[in-house]
């Protein structure tokens, strides 16, 4: 399990967000991120397969461009 602080947390869904939404992003935003995921000896193990991941992040976008809020879908 991974624990963000909510400061991590907004930095990586500004992130995602722009990286979903084709828009430019902070170069140090990665770098941090990849910080907080990726401890030294840890693996992140991902149970979604690639298609559900795909699918996930259409509609993530999908809803980000109607301007709902995506926090609303589950």
């Known amino acids: 399990m991974i624990v963000l602080t909510d400061e991590q947390a907004?930095?990586?869904h500004r992130?995602?967000?722009?990286?979903?939404?084709?828009?430019t992003y902070r170069?140090?935003?990665v770098e941090?991120?990849?910080v907080w995921l990726s401890p030294e000896?840890?693996?992140i193990l991902c149970?979604?397969?690639s298609l559900w991941s795909?699918?996930?992040?259409?509609e993530i976008?999908?809803?980000?461009?109607?301007?709902?809020?995506?926090s609303s879908l589950s």
């Open 41 to 43: 000896n840890r693996q």
């Open 15 to 23: 992130l995602l967000t722009c990286i979903l939404l084709n828009e």
């Open 54 to 58: 795909k699918n996930l992040a259409e």
């Open 27 to 29: 170069l140090a935003d």
């Open 47 to 49: 149970p979604f397969d």
């Open 61 to 70: 976008v999908r809803q980000l461009r109607i301007g709902t809020d995506p």
């Open 10 to 12: 907004i930095v990586v």
């Open 32 to 34: 941090d991120a990849l």
